[in-house]
């Protein structure tokens, strides 16, 4: 970095000014989607790392982040992030979503999370695992097709339809007389056709 331009940031840190080139365009109501993350090892309490639409450059993350929390952003990296592949839940067709754009800056003072809570993480987990047996409701296949889950205790579960009990043998004499039935009524059909058409009475 050039010595002018250290000095012209460090002069503007005294007398708490923004240390860069303020954007002319104003907006008063930014729609913008800026989420902070919990940092992960890599990261030391002086960076803090955001996801951000595609379409922010390091020079709106900086203005954005001093006009609405004065947080002075004294470096930012950018990083274009895949997204994962994953499957559809009823076709099973592999996509993936488009990419993730994250912003990792360099802060004025350190910030250090807190903790989370230890119901938070339980809760989170037990979420997790409920809705791990919500979704296998849509991928069963064969006999498991309109299985129970038991997902949040059985909320979304359909009872299951009453089948009648019919013993094969029983079944085959039914389908045997059924089909004389239906010969015999043919067979009464017929003739009556014939004596419509030949003028005899039937």
């Known amino acids: 970095m050039p010595e002018f331009i250290l000095e012209k940031s460090r002069e503007a840190m005294e007398y708490n000014e923004a240390h860069f080139r303020v954007g ?3 907006l008063y109501f930014p729609t913008a989607r800026v989420v902070l993350l919990r940092p992960n090892a890599k990261l030391t309490p002086y960076q803090a790392k955001f996801i951000v639409p595609k379409s922010f450059n390091k020079f709106d993350l900086r203005d954005y982040l001093w006009h609405l929390y004065g947080i002075r952003a004294l470096k930012i990296t950018t990083q274009l992030q895949h997204a ?15 990419q993730i754009k994250k912003m990792t800056i360099d802060l004025e003072e350190p910030f250090v999370w807190p903790e989370p ?10 979420n997790e695992y409920e809705m791990k047996k919500f979704s296998s409701l849509f991928q069963s296949v064969g006999s498991d097709k309109g299985r129970p889950t038991g997902a949040f205790d059985g909320l979304f579960d359909r ?12 079944k085959r004499v039914l389908v045997k007389d059924q089909k004389k039935l239906k010969k015999s009524e043919d067979r009464e059909n017929q003739k ?8 005899l009475k039937h």
Request: charged share 30%.
């Open 192 to 199: 009556a056709i014939a004596a419509k058409l030949l003028g």
């Open 24 to 26: 002319g365009t104003k």
């Open 159 to 170: 009872e299951a339809d009453s089948v009648n009990f019919l013993a094969k043998k029983t």
């Open 117 to 126: 809570y230890a119901a938070y993480e339980l809760n989170s987990k037990q």
């Open 84 to 98: 994962k592949w994953t499957r559809g839940p009823l076709d099973r067709a592999r996509f993936r979503d488009s």
